[in-house]
């Protein structure tokens, strides 16, 4: 235990993050290191470890946010947050190699406040990386010397599935004018709910949770990664560059079908019509289409739409966290980050 005061009401959500990324990283680095060298070079850059010639750095490294929940959903089981380690790493192994992934395929050139890493050493190097942080976190979480082990990998491998059908749809969804909310749902369920469901199940399972346990856990992440993109794609739009580090607009920039906008294409208001003339539009969008598109966006009730959707899923998840502890400062911290996670500025 750090030296932060635990009380049964527990700890911050900075305290619990800050514990969270102290952990992980003991764990994490060690796993990076056994990479072959120019994967290990890419991914020290992309953690916030290095520089771009490999030099040490201490750069943003991410919140940590899906490791705590992994190290957190063992403790509220009655487990210990240690038997969940390689969990949690292998989760943020996995979280990253999508976000290496993700910056390619979005074109996006910058992520916490520095270039990209496919802007850096080329997109090829960069997509490999994330083929190798995706590997290296099956060959922890496979080689934990948990008897559940086997399990965790099973449930580890499903959601990464159902993390690829997502982002699959995602990119789909650009090329198509006719994109359904419900359809835009399912997709977000998949790209960001399917991980942090697992997140919280690993957790449970190698804490030594009963079954009902673990798919409580589950069910509180996936509902939480729901709110969690939609909490991001408001930030895609409306989100402050300065403390995002992506570039103000950015998912109206490259015509994203992110929720709110989807909300606002299909309410079948002028607003909506007027915005799916601007997304149609063959060439870019100026700085004056994209401040008056989420003025649409806004107006039309996308914004509030994707703020109340969030709100109800976070009572949702709440539910299912009530449901599935037995310990409560665990479960009080559980919903500490699950308000964070709905009411976030990056």
Not at 161 to 175: H, I, K, S, T
């Amino acid at each position: 235990m750090t030296a932060i005061e635990v009380t049964a009401e527990g700890r911050s959500a900075r305290e619990v993050l800050l514990w969270s990324r102290d952990t992980v990283e003991s764990a994490l680095r060690p796993a990076i290191d056994r990479l072959p060298p120019a994967m290990r070079r890419i991914a020290g850059y992309h953690f916030g470890w290095s520089d771009e010639r490999g030099e040490p750095a201490r750069a943003g490294g991410g919140k940590a946010i899906r490791p705590a929940l992994v190290l957190l959903a063992a403790e509220a089981v009655g487990g210990a947050a240690d038997a969940a380690l390689p969990a949690a790493v292998a989760v943020e192994l996995a979280h990253n190699f999508s976000l290496l992934h993700d910056d390619v395929m979005d074109g996006d050139r910058t992520r916490r406040h520095r270039p990209t890493a496919w802007t850096v050493f080329g997109v090829s190097p960069a997509i490999l990386a994330g083929d190798a942080l995706l590997a290296l976190a099956f060959d922890v979480l496979a080689t934990a010397g948990h008897p559940a082990a086997p399990e965790a990998t099973r449930i580890f491998g499903a959601a990464i599935q159902e993390l690829l059908e997502g982002q699959n749809a995602d990119m789909a969804f650009e090329r198509r004018q006719d994109v359904e909310l419900a359809e835009c749902l399912v997709m977000a369920a998949g790209k960001t709910g399917a991980l942090l469901g697992c997140a919280c199940a690993l957790g449970a399972l190698l804490g030594g949770g009963a079954p009902e346990q673990v798919e409580h856990l589950r069910a509180f992440g996936r509902d939480l990664g729901l709110a969690f993109q939609l909490v991001d794609d408001l930030l895609g739009i409306w989100g402050d560059p300065q403390v995002t580090g992506k570039p103000v607009y950015s998912d109206l920039r490259s015509r994203k079908k992110s929720l709110p906008i989807v909300a606002a294409l299909t309410s079948s208001s002028p607003a909506g019509r007027e915005l799916a003339g601007l997304y149609q539009r063959e060439r870019p969008l100026s700085d004056a289409d994209l401040v008056h598109a989420a003025e649409l966006v806004d107006a039309v009730g996308g914004r509030a739409w994707s703020q109340t959707q969030a709100d109800e899923l976070l009572a949702r998840a709440l539910h299912h966290l009530r449901s599935a502890g037995s310990v409560s400062r665990p479960i009080a911290e559980l919903g500490t980050l699950a308000r964070l996670v709905t009411h976030r500025d990056h």
